[in-house]
T-cell receptor, first 116, second 114 residues
């Protein structure tokens, strides 16, 4: 089945620093998604990307949908302590993508720690 | 707008016992998913419904897991009998239409099998 490789696995940064993480796939997706998960909670959708080459921002977060449709990255600028958590990328196929449409395939996650 | 509701939040059972989880998706969302998340890993799809029909259950261990969404709204996931390796967080999510626009997750049910 499809596999998503997310890197880095973990990051330790100082408050105020910028963060970058990425996700690559062995096959294409129609939609790329970035989620954040806090301990004991479900994943929360941060950014959704629907078009190859698309660059989308949500406050201090910026994400891009790779032109090959097989990768995406997420940047966080000027990190703050509440950015701590696990960040997951996920790829999704639309109906045009075949019988696996709608299914979200997740990466392994990036654990972010921010030191004040 | 209310989010995805799940219950219970936590459950501890002994191996070979049975357990059931309940999910109420966001109103109007046709697609409902059940995901299993083992500690330290990303969520893995167990089953996907569109309305009350199954779209994908290829990763559901059907000898012990079952799920239903009878009226196309809320859903239950059952494990019978449970094994130690079933210890995980069970996440329910929902999305509009046929999917492809992301999904919204509930808080999850943390299951511990002892």
């Amino acid at each position: 089945g499809q596999q998503l490789n997310q890197s880095p696995q973990s990051m330790f940064i100082q408050e105020g620093e910028d963060v970058s993480m990425n996700c690559t796939s062995s096959s294409i997706f129609n939609t790329w998604l970035w989620y954040k998960q806090d301990p004991g909670e479900g994943p929360v959708l941060l950014i959704a990307l629907y078009k190859a080459g698309e660059l989308t921002s949500n406050g201090r977060l910026t994400a891009q949908f790779g032109i090959t449709r097989k990768d995406s990255f997420l940047n966080i600028s000027a990190s703050i302590p509440s950015d701590v958590g696990i960040y997951f990328c996920a790829g999704q196929l639309s109906r045009a993508g075949g019988t696996s449409y709608g299914k979200l395939t997740f990466g392994q996650g990036t654990i972010l720690t921010v030191h004040p | 707008e209310a989010g995805v509701a799940q219950s219970p939040r936590y459950k501890i059972i002994e191996k070979r016992q049975s357990v059931a989880f309940w999910c109420n998706p966001i109103s109007g969302h046709a697609t409902l998913y059940w995901y299993q998340q083992i500690l330290g890993q990303g969520p893995k799809l167990l089953i996907q419904f569109q309305n009350n029909g199954v779209v994908d259950d290829s990763q559901l261990p059907k000898d012990r897991f079952s799920a239903e969404r009878l009226k196309g709204v809320d859903s239950t996931l059952k494990i019978q009998p449970a094994k130690l390796e079933d210890s995980a967080v069970y996440l329910c999510a929902s999305s509009w239409g046929e999917g492809g626009r992301g999904a919204f997750f509930g808080q999850g049910t943390r299951l511990t099998v002892v």
